[in-house]
Protein backbone atom coordinates (compact mmCIF):
# COMPACT_ATOMS: atom_id res chain seq x y z
CA UNK A 1 0.00 0.00 0.00
CA UNK A 2 1.18 3.14 -0.82
CA UNK A 3 -0.35 6.17 0.05
CA UNK A 4 -1.06 9.93 -1.29
CA UNK A 5 -1.98 13.33 0.15
CA UNK A 6 -3.76 15.75 -1.76
CA UNK A 7 -3.58 19.30 -0.83
CA UNK A 8 -7.08 21.51 -1.52
CA UNK A 9 -8.30 24.85 -0.83
CA UNK A 10 -10.30 23.31 1.54
CA UNK A 11 -7.91 20.97 3.05
CA UNK A 12 -6.21 17.56 3.00
CA UNK A 13 -7.09 14.06 2.55
CA UNK A 14 -4.91 11.34 2.12
CA UNK A 15 -5.91 8.24 -0.08
CA UNK A 16 -4.33 5.18 0.83
CA UNK A 17 -3.76 2.56 -2.53
CA UNK A 18 -3.72 -0.97 -2.50
CA UNK A 19 -1.07 -1.92 -4.46
CA UNK A 20 -1.18 -5.42 -3.77
CA UNK A 21 -4.97 -6.10 -4.45
CA UNK A 22 -5.49 -3.60 -6.86
CA UNK A 23 -2.14 -3.57 -9.07
CA UNK A 24 -3.38 -1.63 -12.48
CA UNK A 25 -6.00 0.70 -10.65
CA UNK A 26 -3.44 1.41 -7.81
CA UNK A 27 -0.48 1.57 -10.01
CA UNK A 28 -2.31 4.31 -12.43
CA UNK A 29 -3.40 6.21 -10.10
CA UNK A 30 0.52 6.41 -8.33
CA UNK A 31 2.05 7.07 -11.56
CA UNK A 32 -0.20 10.32 -12.10
CA UNK A 33 0.38 11.23 -8.93
CA UNK A 34 4.33 11.00 -9.31
CA UNK A 35 3.86 12.39 -12.27
CA UNK A 36 2.41 15.63 -10.98
CA UNK A 37 -0.61 15.07 -13.79
CA UNK A 38 -3.07 15.40 -10.70
CA UNK A 39 -2.72 19.09 -11.17
CA UNK A 40 -5.21 18.93 -14.01
CA UNK A 41 -8.04 17.42 -11.78
CA UNK A 42 -10.53 19.22 -9.75
CA UNK A 43 -13.55 18.26 -7.56
CA UNK A 44 -16.10 18.83 -9.91
CA UNK A 45 -19.06 16.24 -9.36
CA UNK A 46 -21.02 15.28 -5.91
CA UNK A 47 -23.61 12.86 -6.36
CA UNK A 48 -26.61 12.02 -4.15
CA UNK A 49 -29.64 10.44 -3.59
CA UNK A 50 -31.62 13.69 -4.05
CA UNK A 51 -29.90 14.84 -7.90
CA UNK A 52 -28.86 11.02 -9.36
CA UNK A 53 -30.95 10.16 -11.97
CA UNK A 54 -29.43 6.09 -12.25
CA UNK A 55 -30.71 3.52 -9.97
CA UNK A 56 -30.08 2.58 -7.29
CA UNK A 57 -29.01 5.70 -6.67
CA UNK A 58 -25.64 6.42 -4.97
CA UNK A 59 -22.97 8.76 -2.84
CA UNK A 60 -20.11 9.84 -4.25
CA UNK A 61 -17.47 12.91 -4.82
CA UNK A 62 -15.66 12.66 -8.07
CA UNK A 63 -12.82 14.15 -8.95
CA UNK A 64 -11.83 14.26 -12.78
CA UNK A 65 -9.59 16.75 -15.59
CA UNK A 66 -10.55 19.71 -16.26
CA UNK A 67 -8.92 19.66 -19.25
CA UNK A 68 -7.25 17.03 -21.54
CA UNK A 69 -3.88 15.26 -20.23
CA UNK A 70 -1.73 14.37 -22.77
CA UNK A 71 -0.41 10.61 -22.94
CA UNK A 72 -2.91 9.18 -20.71
CA UNK A 73 -3.91 6.31 -22.08
CA UNK A 74 -6.83 4.14 -20.69
CA UNK A 75 -6.34 0.62 -18.28
CA UNK A 76 -8.13 -2.25 -18.20
CA UNK A 77 -10.48 -2.97 -15.57
CA UNK A 78 -10.28 -4.68 -12.65
CA UNK A 79 -13.49 -5.73 -10.93
CA UNK A 80 -14.05 -5.78 -7.55
CA UNK A 81 -14.99 -9.54 -7.82
CA UNK A 82 -11.37 -9.66 -8.53
CA UNK A 83 -9.81 -7.27 -6.09
CA UNK A 84 -11.52 -8.57 -3.16
CA UNK A 85 -12.25 -4.28 -2.72
CA UNK A 86 -15.93 -3.18 -1.86
CA UNK A 87 -17.27 -0.03 -2.43
CA UNK A 88 -18.14 1.08 1.40
CA UNK A 89 -17.89 4.20 3.05
CA UNK A 90 -14.03 6.06 1.87
CA UNK A 91 -13.44 3.79 -0.73
CA UNK A 92 -11.67 5.20 -3.94
CA UNK A 93 -12.68 4.28 -7.44
CA UNK A 94 -11.97 4.52 -11.23
CA UNK A 95 -14.95 6.03 -12.46
CA UNK A 96 -15.61 4.64 -16.22
CA UNK A 97 -17.66 4.50 -19.41
CA UNK A 98 -17.17 1.03 -20.79
CA UNK A 99 -14.64 -1.25 -19.57
CA UNK A 100 -11.55 -0.75 -20.02
CA UNK A 101 -11.95 3.37 -20.72
CA UNK A 102 -10.84 3.93 -17.15
CA UNK A 103 -7.99 6.47 -15.70
CA UNK A 104 -6.50 7.23 -12.34
CA UNK A 105 -7.06 10.97 -12.95
CA UNK A 106 -10.53 10.18 -13.16
CA UNK A 107 -11.45 8.95 -9.36
CA UNK A 108 -14.62 8.79 -6.71
CA UNK A 109 -15.12 8.74 -3.28
CA UNK A 110 -17.81 6.97 -1.95
CA UNK A 111 -20.07 8.72 0.84
CA UNK A 112 -21.49 6.05 3.03
CA UNK A 113 -21.38 1.96 1.56
CA UNK A 114 -21.86 1.50 -2.29
CA UNK A 115 -22.36 -1.93 -2.72
CA UNK A 116 -24.55 -1.24 -6.00
CA UNK A 117 -20.86 -0.23 -6.98
CA UNK A 118 -19.48 -3.80 -7.29
CA UNK A 119 -19.43 -6.01 -9.22
CA UNK A 120 -22.79 -7.56 -9.96
CA UNK A 121 -24.14 -4.29 -8.51
CA UNK A 122 -27.18 -3.15 -10.08
CA UNK A 123 -25.61 0.24 -11.34
CA UNK A 124 -24.51 -0.87 -14.53
CA UNK A 125 -26.31 -2.86 -17.18
CA UNK A 126 -22.90 -4.73 -17.74
CA UNK A 127 -22.88 -6.14 -14.21
CA UNK A 128 -18.83 -5.31 -13.49
CA UNK A 129 -18.89 -2.83 -11.52
CA UNK A 130 -16.14 0.42 -11.08
CA UNK A 131 -12.94 -0.65 -10.10
CA UNK A 132 -12.10 0.13 -5.79
CA UNK A 133 -8.46 0.26 -5.08
CA UNK A 134 -7.67 2.74 -2.05
CA UNK A 135 -9.44 4.18 0.87
CA UNK A 136 -9.59 7.63 2.21
CA UNK A 137 -7.43 7.55 5.81
CA UNK A 138 -7.88 10.80 6.38
CA UNK A 139 -9.39 13.91 5.54
CA UNK A 140 -13.23 12.32 5.32
CA UNK A 141 -14.53 15.66 6.76
CA UNK A 142 -12.68 17.15 3.84
CA UNK A 143 -14.72 15.03 1.49
CA UNK A 144 -17.71 15.78 2.92
CA UNK A 145 -17.32 19.27 2.75
CA UNK A 146 -16.48 19.07 -0.67
CA UNK A 147 -19.51 17.27 -1.81
CA UNK A 148 -21.64 19.48 0.57
CA UNK A 149 -20.56 22.76 -1.99
CA UNK A 150 -23.32 23.95 -4.24
CA UNK A 151 -23.96 22.26 -7.63
CA UNK A 152 -24.72 24.83 -10.60
CA UNK A 153 -22.85 24.54 -12.77
CA UNK A 154 -22.96 23.33 -16.58
CA UNK A 155 -23.24 19.49 -16.85
CA UNK A 156 -21.96 18.05 -19.80
CA UNK A 157 -24.50 15.17 -19.96
CA UNK A 158 -27.95 15.19 -18.56
CA UNK A 159 -27.82 12.87 -16.24
CA UNK A 160 -25.76 14.76 -14.54
CA UNK A 161 -27.90 17.92 -14.25
CA UNK A 162 -27.19 19.26 -10.92
CA UNK A 163 -24.25 17.27 -9.86
CA UNK A 164 -21.60 19.73 -10.94
CA UNK A 165 -19.94 21.96 -8.05
CA UNK A 166 -20.53 25.58 -9.35
CA UNK A 167 -16.84 26.19 -8.35
CA UNK A 168 -14.76 23.05 -8.82
CA UNK A 169 -12.08 22.50 -6.08
CA UNK A 170 -8.56 21.72 -7.86
CA UNK A 171 -6.01 19.24 -6.71
CA UNK A 172 -3.51 21.74 -5.48
CA UNK A 173 -0.52 19.37 -4.94
CA UNK A 174 -0.31 15.39 -4.62
CA UNK A 175 1.96 14.18 -1.87
CA UNK A 176 3.25 10.40 -2.47
CA UNK A 177 3.96 9.60 0.86
CA UNK A 178 6.37 6.53 0.77
Known sequence: MTAVRLATSLGTLTIEADTD?????????LHHAE????????????V?????QGTPPISILQAAPIQAVPNCAPIAHESTTETGLRHRNGTVSLARGEPGTASGLT???????????????????D??????????????DVVRSLHARPRHGSAPVDA???????DPVPILAAQVLR
Open 21 to 29: RAPVSAGDF
Open 35 to 46: HGNLAHVSFLRA
Open 127 to 140: GLGFAAFGAVTSGM
Open 107 to 125: FFVCLGDQSALDAGGARLP
Open 160 to 166: MEGQILT
Open 48 to 52: DADND
